[in-house]
């Protein structure tokens, strides 16, 4: 079973940066994709991000450019660096981990945006 953690979420005003930092723990299998989900009140969860275990990013077109999608395999940890936030980008932030095994999501971290 993999247990996932978010952590880093805030208060940022506009233009400003924010590190959210997911930690996997648990029987986590080596080739897997770990991605970053947002979801605002009164919308659908939808999707930022995404990078795999030998760390290709990709990214919505709504954050490309702005964001950046990491990971740090030796310690199964995955990096979202947030910069010129927008009051738009301000969500919960999910992330999860999908392989062979299924998927497995995080319990989420506020994002709030605002001046």
């Known amino acids: 079973q993999v247990q996932l953690v978010e952590s880093g979420g805030g208060l940022v005003q506009p233009g400003g940066s924010l590190r959210l930092s997911c930690a996997a723990s648990?029987?986590?299998?080596?080739?897997?994709?770990m991605g970053w989900f947002r979801q605002a009140p009164g919308k659908q969860r939808e999707w930022v991000a995404s990078v795999t275990s030998s760390g290709v990013g990709t990214y919505a077109d709504s954050v490309k450019g702005r964001f950046a999608v990491s990971r740090d395999n030796t310690k199964n940890t995955m990096y979202l660096q947030m910069n010129s936030l927008k009051p738009e980008d301000a969500a919960v932030y999910y992330c999860?981990?999908?392989?062979?095994?299924?998927?497995?999501w995080g319990q989420g971290t506020q994002v709030t945006v605002s001046s």
């Open positions: 648990g029987s986590i299998f080596t080739i897997n994709t």
């Open positions: 999860n981990l999908a392989s062979i095994r299924g998927i497995t």
